[in-house]
């Protein structure tokens, strides 16, 4: 399979621990996005990165919440001390987009990780 | 980026046309029109997207008011694998995030 593929597919924690998701895009794609989606909602945007740099970050993001993606590769997503509103499905997309003239702007989804804090 | 507006709901019998409307009466010249859809328990899935001109693809047909403060997406012949959550999306050729609302969820019945 050479979509996207998000690990754990779900992860169940007790409030105040640390948990990570892996993210590993299409191979090739230079860009990755993060989103967070709660029943009922559209997915929000977390953030991107192109290759390894981190362009954008949304205020959703708090502090607790990082992301990296070394080598501009796959991508982790680690939320500390995590609270009982991080409870969400967390979606990984890749994007072949080249540059920022080009309206081709297709974001290929992962099935995402869904997070249960209790 | 402009708001969109939906329905939350439709139906549509399998076979016929699904037609799902969009408005987005603030969006600006440079802003594109995209579609993606998202099945139960998976990823959202783009589907189709314009700027002004009317596009068809294998999947889906975008219609865009000649104002472009609208836009239909038609999915010619509906089947039940089509039902799933339909978000439109009005996006500026220099932004990479995107931006859903709470899209039409659609329901195609036999």
Same mark, same amino acid.
């Given at each position: 399979d050479t979509g996207v593929s998000q690990n754990p597919r779900h992860k169940i924690t007790k409030r105040g621990q640390n948990v990570t998701f892996r993210c590993d895009p299409? +191979? $090739?794609?230079?860009r990755l996005y993060w989103y967070r989606q709660t029943l009922g909602q559209g997915p929000e945007f977390l953030t991107y990165f192109q290759n390894e740099a981190q362009l954008e970050k949304s205020r959703l993001l708090s502090d607790r919440f990082s992301a990296e993606r070394p080598k501009g590769s796959f991508s982790t997503l680690e939320i500390q001390r995590?609270?009982?509103?991080?409870s969400a499905m967390y979606l990984c997309a890749s994007s072949p987009?080249? +540059?920022? $003239? +080009? +309206?081709?702007?297709e974001q290929f989804f992962g099935p995402g990780t869904r997070l249960t804090v209790l | 980026d402009a708001k969109t507006t939906q329905p939350p709901s439709m139906d549509c019998a399998e076979g016929r046309a699904a037609n799902l409307p969009c408005n987005?009466?603030?969006?600006?010249?440079n802003e594109y029109v995209y579609w993606y859809r998202q099945i139960h328990s998976q990823g959202p899935q783009y589907i189709i997207h314009g700027l002004k001109n009317n596009e068809t693809n294998e999947m889906a047909s975008l219609i865009i008011t000649e104002d472009r403060k609208s836009s239909t997406l038609i999915l010619p012949h509906a089947t039940l694998r089509d039902t799933a959550v339909y978000y439109c999306i009005a996006s500026s050729y220099n932004t990479d995030k995107l931006i859903f609302g709470t899209g039409t969820r659609l329901q195609v019945f036999p």
């Amino acid at each position: 399979d050479t979509g996207v593929s998000q690990n754990p597919r779900h992860k169940i924690t007790k409030r105040g621990q640390n948990v990570t998701f892996r993210c590993d895009p299409i +191979s $090739e794609h230079n860009r990755l996005y993060w989103y967070r989606q709660t029943l009922g909602q559209g997915p929000e945007f977390l953030t991107y990165f192109q290759n390894e740099a981190q362009l954008e970050k949304s205020r959703l993001l708090s502090d607790r919440f990082s992301a990296e993606r070394p080598k501009g590769s796959f991508s982790t997503l680690e939320i500390q001390r995590t609270e009982q509103g991080d409870s969400a499905m967390y979606l990984c997309a890749s994007s072949p987009r080249t +540059s920022p $003239e +080009s +309206s081709y702007n297709e974001q290929f989804f992962g099935p995402g990780t869904r997070l249960t804090v209790l | 980026d402009a708001k969109t507006t939906q329905p939350p709901s439709m139906d549509c019998a399998e076979g016929r046309a699904a037609n799902l409307p969009c408005n987005h009466s603030t969006i600006s010249g440079n802003e594109y029109v995209y579609w993606y859809r998202q099945i139960h328990s998976q990823g959202p899935q783009y589907i189709i997207h314009g700027l002004k001109n009317n596009e068809t693809n294998e999947m889906a047909s975008l219609i865009i008011t000649e104002d472009r403060k609208s836009s239909t997406l038609i999915l010619p012949h509906a089947t039940l694998r089509d039902t799933a959550v339909y978000y439109c999306i009005a996006s500026s050729y220099n932004t990479d995030k995107l931006i859903f609302g709470t899209g039409t969820r659609l329901q195609v019945f036999p």
